[in-house]
DNA sequence: AAGTGGTCTAGACCACCGC
DNA sequence: CGGTGGTCTAGACCACTTT
């Protein structure tokens, strides 16, 4: 049996563990689009594999080309393959779709084994900050409500964390804060973020930095100020963060793709922008 | 008259300018996506104005609504518009579609207006690096091409910037190598990166950094380990390169947005993943 | 009820690639 | 040449928001 027989099975068994729910309020293509992945997530798919071809696996599924199509253009997306025209489809490399995702830094330590800790170090309502009012497009004098944290790992002071919520949000409680992440407590709030806009940058720590966090000598932090907002674009909050730089990277992944995950042939639209994800990693 | 009244003048003016040929071998969606991308980075349309809707925009210059549907698309994955079912699609604010771009340091700096300049301190063909070529996903013995050069704007050393190339590009010479970026000559040379991964990090200047960029006392130095990988996922390069964290910043733009630009209303779908584009300045 | 975006169909033709 | 993905059409029905 040749290699490639082998993944010929590999395929046909994937493919007959597939199926939609005409009837689910889910869109057809999210369906789909969430099989293939996990497929592939799961080794079920290996790179380099052919996936099957669109107009085929349209037919199988009883679903329209361009539904197949959209499914697999999440995929394109999300970097997990690759395709290619008069070729096919295929699986992408390892080391290509190991693409990181992203998670609240709460998230990101607990995803590592580690136990994330929170010490409420001040949560103030109606607090003026005309700094960070001007960076949300609010009117100087609008009240905030001020909070920082100092998050810790296993008892390891990580990260200092400076946020201004443009919310009325009179009921956050310090034991709330101390519970979780931030975020996970807005969308309990029905707020969910859309698009944030992060700075990373770089510089010595200062010296309440430099307590707090117990840096070592010469320890620079990682400074990362952030914007998020809603759908609409209103404004939910700017945040301040540090982080002790000897315990923390950013990972960027950048790509090349048009919108819907195609490739235009042609060269005006090869110029085209570049998309990226973002995850923080202790 | 009011507002609203010359906001719809606006968009009238707006519309009237947009064409597509037909004839073109640049897809249709792409040549609308371009036509309203312009428009909002201009200022002919405004945050908040409405778009003209789909179907009647389709109607106007020909197209089918599905076409003149993913030309929008193109435009909610750039961050420029945002879409509400029932209610329309309006231009976003300000603070939203402030979205950067990639570009590589090089082009920033003559963006900004600055004269990037490079001096090379290396360049050398054949070389072993195993630490590359693992991180490439290459056997430890693939020769490389190993590139070390200082990139300076006004004569202002900026950055240090370490190469690994997988290709066998055996004519590369200084001088191109201080004429321009090294991803522009890769493009010359038919070379499209496709997918980047980046780990941003922060430490302090060794000291041949503290000599080459002249960093100032404690300065510390933001560092990024960058691997490229074209369509296909061949390795293209490995860089681990450091700016001084005085003069740099990371701009990122994460947004959480479905694959094609749409926006799911099922619960499930909302928990997907989430975007974002990066640009660096100094 | 009217109008919007969200999803989907069942085709079509073309460009590109490998045989 | 056949098979693949890339683009496009002309509808359809639905979900949601506003009036």
């Known amino acids: 049996m040749t290699s490639s027989a ?29 099989q293939l992945t996990k497929g592939i997530r799961d080794g079920i798919l290996q790179p380099g594999d052919q996936f099957e071809n669109e107009v085929s696996l349209a037919q199988y599924l009883d679903l329209s080309r361009p539904t197949v199509r959209r499914s697999i253009a999440v995929l394109v997306d999300r970097g997990l393959v690759v395709r290619r025209r008069g070729v096919g489809t295929t699986v ?6 190991r693409r990181a995702e992203f998670a609240s830094l709460h998230d990101d330590l607990a995803a590592s084994g580690l136990v994330p800790t929170t010490r409420v170090l001040k949560l103030a309502f109606g607090q003026h900050e005309p700094r960070a009012a001007h960076a949300l497009n609010l009117a100087p004098a609008t009240p905030l409500v001020a909070l920082e944290r100092l998050r810790m790992a296993n008892g390891v002071p990580m990260a200092l964390l400076r946020n201004w919520l443009a919310l009325p949000l009179r009921d956050l409680s310090v034991a709330d804060l101390e519970a979780g ?90 110029r085209s922008h570049q998309f990226a994800s973002l995850s923080q990693s202790a």
């Open 92 to 97: 992408a490399h390892e080391t290509v779709h």
């Open 6 to 34: 082998i993944a010929e099975s590999r395929q046909a068994a994937f493919r007959a563990q597939l199926s939609v729910d005409k009837t689910s309020p889910i869109p057809l293509y999210h369906q789909l689009a969430e």
């Open 181 to 270: 992440g931030l975020y996970e407590l807005l969308r309990q709030r029905a707020v969910w973020p859309s698009v944030a806009q992060q700075t990373i940058g770089s510089r010595s720590a200062t010296s309440e930095e430099h307590r707090l966090l117990q840096t070592g000598r010469g320890e620079p932090v990682l400074t990362v100020s952030q914007l998020a907002f809603d759908d609409e674009g209103a404004p939910i909050d700017f945040g301040e963060h540090s982080y002790r730089a000897s315990l923390h990277r950013f990972e960027v992944t950048r790509r090349s793709a048009p919108t819907d995950g195609t490739a235009p042939s042609d060269p005006a639209a090869r």
